[in-house]
């Protein structure tokens, strides 16, 4: 969410402290009596629920919080540090809840008629205002306290699955806590070692998220916190209005890396893999923009498509390994996450909600960023696919959003990949997001094939290479001419008819009008080449514009480039830049375009396909059903 910060003074918070203090040492709060025995029945993990009505009974209960954490360790007169860390986090998330409430309050006439009201009674109109106003602020002041466990409270245990969401109050800011700081104290009771508690605690926050979150269509005075963005850099917090309830912090990432090397073929992809890596590594974390999309050239989203075995996820721990070496070396964090087929969920909205989550956790300015989503086609439905699950559709519209919606803003920080092999199963709008194709073809060549089977059959050996530069023809460089040098004419049989009437009637392309009317003609004949097809091409075009090769010195120390400020790094790298040509255009365009023939022709092969299997099933099941009529066994 692009939105402007929100400055929250140490002052603010901390003038809230010894209310939050008195909140965790001893509160009363006032519960429904539900008539659940606070005693559990043996080997059920449930509790006894009485058959008489109890609801209208209200009872009072002392809460507290802190004498119930120490009472995990009763055996020791000293708080261990979880013990310790979860009551301060506690008191911390209390002060910050409480001035984040202030902010809300400044930001509407809550703040004008408290003081009002604390002159004189309110009366008419301002009673309602002010109302509805209060149960606002204490909504925002429980959403805040709960995303500040979430965020701040780490642990690695499994969530236990009794842990209940408190009772909800909107009377007033302090009220709402309250009840919150009651739910926490009743999750912790049962907590069985320092683990469990923390794990207690996130199971809590997420479960009173969750709960905050259904009833947010009570209140129609949360407006002006919906485009709030909050940081306070202490305690590493960020809350961006109600978007997404906050999530795990990232774990260091761990997966196995290859290098450049070890990608035989895919020549196009890898160094386009490569570009990215070091335009990722030229975001300004102070300004929060990278100079690569000022100038033009960034990629923001691609799709790789191959059939299986060709290289996908190869290329996919080459990005993620060099991204990584180039984040340790600048001292910057790098994120990396993929979105797989496990995160499609069975309950309605969750599949929309993980998404969204993978979207932020990736677009987190304060980081690199790459995310991918392999398979899309399994992950991401077809609008029009009535058999595909409700969380796949869900799916589909949150990637659409995020990657070209109302909202989306491109820092420069993050790029997403999607990689499937039959893309002609992804939506057409969704596919059409995607800001580059890249064909993963795998090893083609013969030279591709000795680099390959000699890489994979390791040194365990004593058998000769034979006549053959190994690895020559995988230097980048050469083989990467060669392969745009391809697609100065199409390589798709649609696609070159259209190519070549259009050389027949206007020759060569010399001008702008020249290029608009072989486009035109590509839309004639693939309807799908619409308007968005027309801007990936010339950010295609702007990127190869771009296609400068940064020196890898400027890579190997922080300070050489990465550590730079804004201003010098924009410099260095418009330094490099050049105009692109006609034959880029060109290649550009028969690339893009080939991308979507190919995706056509494959849809349409296996909808032919699956028309003449079921022909010659029909052909067979008549010559069955002759056979038993011969028989006599058909009637009988």
Request: hydrophobic share 40%.
């Amino acid at each position: 969410m692009d939105t402007g910060l929100t400055t929250l003074s140490e002052a603010d918070i901390e003038k809230h402290r010894a209310l939050a203090q008195s909140f965790i040492t001893r509160i009363v709060v006032l519960e429904d009596s539900s008539g659940r025995s606070a005693t559990e029945l043996a080997g059920t993990g449930r509790r006894f629920v009485s058959t008489v009505s109890t609801g209208s009974v209200r009872r009072t209960r002392e809460v507290e919080l802190t004498k119930t954490v120490q009472s995990v360790r009763p055996d020791d007169l000293l708080m261990s540090i979880p013990q310790h860390s979860l009551l301060y986090r506690a008191r911390r998330g209390l002060s910050v809840a409480l001035a984040v409430g202030d902010v809300f309050a400044k930001s509407t006439a809550l703040e004008d008629l408290q003081a009002k009201n604390a002159r004189s009674p309110l009366e008419g109109d301002d009673v309602a205002t002010y109302k509805k106003l209060l149960s606002a602020a204490a909504y925002v002041s429980a959403f805040t306290f709960a995303s500040y466990l979430l965020q701040t409270v780490e642990s690695e245990a499994e969530a236990p699955g009794d842990v209940q969401e408190p009772e909800y109050v909107f009377d007033t800011q302090q009220d709402s806590l309250k009840a919150l700081i009651g739910g926490l104290e009743a999750a912790l009771r049962g907590a069985q070692d320092d683990l469990d508690l923390l794990a207690r605690t996130r199971a809590f926050a997420t479960a009173t998220l969750e709960g905050l979150l259904q009833r947010k269509s009570r209140f129609d005075a949360l407006g002006a916190f919906e485009n709030t963005h909050i940081r306070i850099e202490k305690d590493d917090f960020t809350i961006d209005g109600f978007d997404v309830a906050p999530g795990r912090k990232s774990k260091p990432l761990s997966m196995t890396f290859k290098k450049p090397e070890e990608v035989v073929g895919n020549h196009i992809a890898k160094y386009q893999s490569l570009k990215l890596a070091k335009m990722l590594m030229a975001y300004d974390f102070d300004r929060q923009l990278n100079p690569f999309v000022e100038l033009g050239g960034f990629l923001f989203t691609f799709i790789g498509d191959g059939s299986p075995g060709t290289g996908k996820t190869t290329l996919i721990q080459m990005i993620a390994g060099i991204v990584n070496d180039y984040a340790q070396i600048a001292g910057v964090p790098f994120h990396y996450e993929n979105f797989g087929v496990d995160q499609i969920s069975s309950y309605q909205g969750k599949s929309g909600q993980n998404c969204r989550q993978f979207v932020n956790n990736v677009l987190n300015p304060r980081s690199i960023g790459f995310g991918t989503i392999d398979d899309i086609d399994q992950v991401a439905a077809k609008r029009s696919d009535d058999r595909a699950s409700a969380g796949q559709h869900e799916i589909t519209g949150v990637l659409m959003d995020a990657f070209s919606g109302a909202g989306t803003v491109v820092r420069g920080n993050c790029s997403f990949g999607m990689f499937s092999n039959y893309p002609e199963n992804v939506d057409d709008a969704l596919r059409q997001r995607a800001g580059a194709r890249w064909l993963v073809d795998g090893p083609q060549t013969r030279d591709d094939y000795i680099d390959i089977f000699v890489l994979l059959a390791g040194k365990n050996h004593k058998i000769p290479l034979g006549e053959h530069e190994l690895f020559s023809a995988q230097e980048i460089k050469r083989a990467v001419e060669t392969a745009y040098e391809q697609y100065s004419k199409p390589q798709e049989e649609g696609l070159r008819k259209v190519y070549d009437r259009f050389m027949d009637q206007r020759g060569e392309p010399k001008t702008l009008a020249d290029v608009g009317d072989y486009l035109h003609r590509i839309k004639e004949a693939e309807p799908r080449f619409t308007g968005r097809a027309i801007k990936n091409v010339t950010d295609a075009i702007k990127m190869r514009a771009m296609d400068i090769e940064l020196p890898d010195e400027w890579f190997e120390t922080p300070d050489a480039f990465m550590g730079k400020g804004y201003d010098e790094k924009l410099a260095m790298i418009a330094e490099l830049r050049r105009p692109f040509t006609m034959d880029m255009v060109m290649q550009e365009i028969n690339r893009y375009a080939d991308s979507e023939f190919r995706y056509s022709d494959k849809s349409d092969d296996v909808a032919v396909e699956k028309l003449v299997r079921d022909a010659r099933l029909r052909e067979r099941a008549i010559a069955d059903i002759e056979a038993l009529k011969a028989k006599g066994l058909w009637g009988a």
